[in-house]
């Protein structure tokens, strides 16, 4: 694992987080190179966490590494769909730190477009990333948790994971899939002081809608523009996110108006996946 720490920039002054209980603690980012991924890493280092971000993209790395003001900051270049090399900078981040306390499984990546035109390749790129991805992160991070008798592991899914939306079947089958795997393990692992978590936003303003693979003429991104909400900015996801964290949330779900969607969507499931999916 090459470790990249972060250099201190004078540029784009943030504004100042007051330590908190994620103070000290050991804290790996997947999918930090942008989006909800960076603005945690950027948000826990304020908060004076040793932040671990790992990403595939090297090039959005060092641009997080040149935005961080903490020291305590380094990155990891990884491709969450190979097990071992998970396994290697989780391991690492022990070897160096002593512990392992925070674990967020957040990289993912969109597929778009109508079920008959998706092939077994669409289909393998993204369980590869948004479902094998999280059970890697998730599987090595559980095993050091169990030997050091603590941890927080932090899944990012989608109100996909909990809502259908059409032409994104397979992106909402691997988000449902991260549901289950987390509010499952949750039960699982509360007897071995193991905390899990599944992150459920709404719509956030980052790029994964412009770098989606769109199938057969699919617009991603147009169909995103077309639904009628605001967008949430990533640093005001990631306060969410460890706000949900800190109160030990089993569903971090958030804006208010996506959990009054979920809530109307849990007792009228037919009426709501009508009106969810008109823009789609």
Not at 185 to 199: K, M
């Amino acid at each position: 694992m090459t470790i990249h720490p972060a250099t201190h920039s004078a540029l784009s002054p943030r504004r100042a987080r007051p330590r908190s209980s994620f103070a000290g603690r050991v804290a790996v980012v997947t999918g930090a190179a942008s989006g909800i991924g960076r603005a945690l890493c950027l948000a826990l280092c304020e908060s004076g966490a040793i932040v671990i971000g790992a990403d595939r993209d090297a090039e959005g790395l060092v641009a997080l590494r040149a935005e961080a003001e903490s020291g305590t900051l380094t990155t990891a270049t990884l491709d969450v769909t190979d097990r071992a090399a998970v396994g290697d900078v989780l391991d690492g981040v022990v070897a160096v730190h002593g512990r392992l306390d925070l674990v967020f499984n957040n990289a993912g990546i969109v597929v778009g477009g109508d079920y008959e035109d998706m092939d077994v390749h669409a289909w393998e790129k993204i369980v590869d990333v948004n479902l094998w991805g999280v059970i890697h992160g998730t599987d090595r991070a559980y095993r050091i948790m169990l030997e050091q008798g603590h941890g927080h592991i932090v899944n990012t899914a989608s109100t996909a994971g909990v809502l259908p939306v059409a032409r994104s079947t397979a992106y909402a089958t691997t988000k449902h899939a991260v549901v289950g795997l987390s509010v499952s393990l949750r039960e699982e692992a509360r007897a071995n002081g193991i905390r899990v978590s599944v992150v459920i936003p709404g719509l956030v303003d980052t790029n994964i809608f412009d770098t989606a693979t769109n199938i057969g003429g699919h617009d991603y991104r147009a169909a995103i523009d077309r639904v009628p909400l605001g967008r949430l900015s990533p640093a005001r996801a990631a306060d969410h996110i460890l706000r949900g964290v800190r109160r030990n949330r089993s569903h971090i779900v958030f804006p208010a108006s996506n959990r009054a969607i979920v809530a109307a969507y849990r007792l009228a499931p037919r009426i709501m996946g009508r009106i969810v999916n008109q823009q789609t």
